[in-house]
């Protein structure tokens, strides 16, 4: 199995919520600025990809939040580093609706003034489909129109080929895979542990559970003890189920 050293972040948030994948600004800085006093370089998937490096790690943030933008950019610009957005194409500048999170927190997608900014700074905008529904319960016209749309549509507003699909939820089979291959992405992505059907793994950083030196160990794709933190969020990823049984009961 391939390895690649890509972690995969969520909000970056002050508001506090329960949810294993938001993180406090002050943590995801002590991560970044750990693995940059390590010489390491954080970048996004296209350019990881183009020019594979020891010292580069991939930086990607899925649903493309408003606090990504506000607490996570700013540092990510003092040390240069680069990211990859997983944009879910319907929700550019409105609030989240699926989500399972007690007290019932709204977030707010990144609007497309903020995505081309980051753009324009080097970041890459890919797509997470149209409304960040699971493909593989759908039929053929529903899963050609999250892909091709969503691609289309942020093609249009970017000016430049979209050429990452993250699947929702990193669930997947061959016949997604295969329809996300004819709508024209190279590069596909989904969680931990995932590498089936030529789909990029990545690390889920994750709240409480991880510091700096155990994102450190993600990168490490080389070192045994980058399967020791695979095993681990493999756990973690599956409270990620709850969220998807409150989506089905909602359509
Ligand atoms: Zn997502």
């Known amino acids: 199995m ?3 050293p890509v972690l995969a972040y969520h909000k970056i948030s002050q508001q506090w919520e329960l949810s294993f994948t938001m993180m406090y ?5 002590a991560q970044m600025r750990y693995l940059a006093g390590k010489g390491y370089t954080g970048c996004s998937l296209k350019e990881y990809l183009a020019e594979p490096a020891e010292n580069k790690f991939v930086l990607t943030f899925d649903d493309a939040y408003e606090s990504v933008y506000r607490y996570a950019a700013p540092l990510l610009e003092k040390l240069d580093f680069h990211a990859t957005l997983f944009v879910p194409n319907a929700y550019i500048g409105k609030k989240n609706d699926w989500d399972f999170t007690p007290g019932n927190i709204r977030s707010r997608h990144m609007n497309t003034a903020e995505l081309l ?14 409304g960040h ?5 759908m039929k053929a016209p529903g899963i050609q129109y999250e ?5 289309a549509s942020l093609e249009e507003l970017t000016g430049g080929e ?8 990193g669930v997947y089979n061959k016949r997604v895979v295969d329809a996300a291959r004819a709508a024209g992405y190279k590069n596909l992505v989904g969680f931990t542990g995932a590498a089936r059907h030529g789909v990029i793994p990545r690390s889920v950083v994750y709240r409480c559970v991880d510091n700096p030196r155990s994102v450190l160990r993600k990168i490490r794709i080389h070192s045994f003890c980058h399967r020791f933190e695979n095993c681990k969020e493999q756990l973690f990823h599956s409270f990620a189920f709850f969220t998807r049984i409150k989506q089905k009961l909602m359509r």
């Open 2 to 4: 391939k390895s690649y």
């Open 25 to 29: 600004p002050r943590a995801f800085e």
């Open 117 to 130: 900014e980051l753009h324009r700074k080097g970041w890459e905008i890919a797509s997470h489909g149209e």
């Open 133 to 137: 529904r699971v493909l593989t319960g």
């Open 147 to 151: 892909l091709e749309h969503s691609k």
């Open 162 to 169: 979209v050429s990452t699909f993250c699947f929702p939820f």
